[in-house]
Nanobody, 108 residues
Framework: VQLQASGGGSVQPGGSLRLSCVAS??????MAWYRQAPGKQRELVAL???????KYSDSVKGRFTISRDDARNTVYLQMNSLQPEDTAVYYC?????WGKGTLVTVSS
């Protein structure tokens, strides 16, 4: 089982990034993005079901969009209007499986 996340980087406030996570060896069922900021607990950002139902944390609702491409076993997280408080390591998740994370830094 492997969840390979990519797409992190450094952006200015108000900028955008798109994260990708390619899953292999999994059922590619309910997929989720979590994040962990320095000194804080890991928190759920968004999840998407097999049929495309989505759920977002209140802090990202209206700014982030989770989507999936089942043909590519890939889940995406489009992040718009990024703010410094979005700075964190973002992790791809399916059930008990975790990717290594990709760092997003939002700073002027």
């Amino acid at each position: 089982v492997q969840l390979q996340a990519s797409g992190g980087g450094s952006v200015q406030p108000g900028g955008s990034l798109r994260l990708s996570c390619v899953a292999s060896g999994t059922s590619f069922g309910v997929m989720a993005w979590y994040r962990q900021a320095p000194g804080k607990q890991r928190e759920l950002v968004a999840l998407i079901s097999r049929v495309g139902s989505t759920k977002y944390s209140d802090s990202v609702k209206g700014r982030f969009t989770i989507s999936r491409d089942d043909a590519r076993n890939t889940v995406y997280l489009q992040m718009n209007s990024l703010q410094p408080e979005d700075t964190a390591v973002y992790y791809c998740n399916e059930l008990m499986y975790w990717g290594k994370g990709t760092l997003v830094t939002v700073s002027s």
